[in-house]
């Protein structure tokens, strides 16, 4: 059994930071880990994620590359994002995922991960 918690969400300015940590129990770390975010009446898109099963590779979206950071710490068991220069546009709800399926398609998808956290809000005000 999974169990992923997130924590470090909040409220920040432009152009500041925030590091958003995910505590897993269980055997999260088999085929890819990372992070999901989402707004009110969209769908969740993948962040940052990565793929363990492949080598540790790391992907981010578009919108956040040179801004955020994927990094684990194996010993405390947790997955933390840092994000630097934050934008309005990304105020979501950001989730913690892992996929222990090694379920097919991209591993950006949301699709293919079958354990989640609760979430941690982020907001970011201009």
């Known amino acids: 059994q999974v169990q992923l918690v997130e924590s470090g969400g909040g409220s920040v300015q432009a152009g500041g930071s925030l590091r958003l940590s995910c505590v897993a129990s269980?055997?999260?770390?088999?085929?890819?880990v990372g992070w999901f975010r989402q707004t009110l009446g969209k769908e969740r898109e993948g962040v940052a994620v990565?793929?363990?099963?492949?080598?540790?590779?790391?992907y981010y979206a578009d919108s956040v590359k040179g801004r955020f950071t994927l990094s684990q710490d194996s010993a405390k068991n947790t997955l933390y994002l840092e994000m630097n220069t934050l934008k309005p546009d990304d105020t979501a709800m950001y989730y913690c995922a892992a996929d222990t399926r090694g379920r097919p398609g991209s591993v950006m998808s949301p699709r293919r991960y079958d354990n989640w956290g609760q979430g941690t809000q982020v907001t970011v005000t201009s």
């Open positions: 990565m793929h363990i099963f492949g080598g540790g590779v790391q």
């Open positions: 269980g055997d999260a770390y088999k085929y890819s």
